[in-house]
């Protein structure tokens, strides 16, 4: 079974966390010092919030996976989707360990498609983000794709 995962950018972690956990009725599962998240059943999703010098708002979207084997099914529509897939594969973001794809959908929205392998004593990196755009750009602006069509 899937799960919708949600990753917000505040500017105050400690407000958010306690506007979140009122609004979910429950604490988050993980909260470090720049992140929280809250795994809920209803609704069923991954609700992650960080504080990282980035623009406050909707950071990404995915969807969570239980195996590789989803893994690789969403991996499949990815592909099917045709924009510009960039497979990370094995990385350590967020405090876990993960397999992970990322996409744009066509209005630039990031979305990631992951498998959790692990904790991780360590945020990580957010080092995907420039890569998903650079592949976007690529894919997108080709001198023959961004050029005005004729009426």
């Known amino acids: 079974m899937k799960r919708l995962h949600v990753h917000v950018a505040v500017k105050d972690l400690s407000d958010s966390v306690r506007f979140y956990s009122e609004l979910f009725a429950a604490k988050p599962s993980v909260l470090k010092d720049d992140?929280?998240?809250?795994?809920l059943e209803d609704p069923r999703v991954n609700f992650a919030i960080s504080q990282r010098n980035r623009p406050a708002g909707v950071d990404h979207l995915g969807l969570q996976v239980e195996s590789r084997a989803e893994l690789d099914e969403v991996?499949?529509?990815?592909?099917?989707a045709e924009g510009p897939i960039i497979a990370e594969?094995?990385?350590?973001?967020?405090?876990v360990v993960s397999e992970k794809n990322w996409i744009d959908d066509p209005q630039g929205v990031q979305w990631e498609t992951f498998f959790t392998t692990g904790e991780s004593t360590v945020y990580g990196t957010d080092e995907i983000k420039?890569?998903?755009?650079?592949?976007?750009e690529a894919a997108c602006c080709a001198p023959?794709?961004?050029a005005p069509h004729a009426a």
Do not use: I, N, S, V
Not at 75 to 80: N, Q, V
Not at 89 to 95: F, W
Not at 130 to 136: I, L, S, Y
């Open 35 to 39: 992140h929280a998240k809250w795994m």
């Open 89 to 95: 594969g094995e990385t350590t973001c967020c405090y």
């Open 130 to 136: 420039p890569a998903a755009a650079k592949a976007r």
């Open 144 to 146: 023959t794709c961004c």
């Open 75 to 80: 991996h499949d529509r990815l592909k099917r």
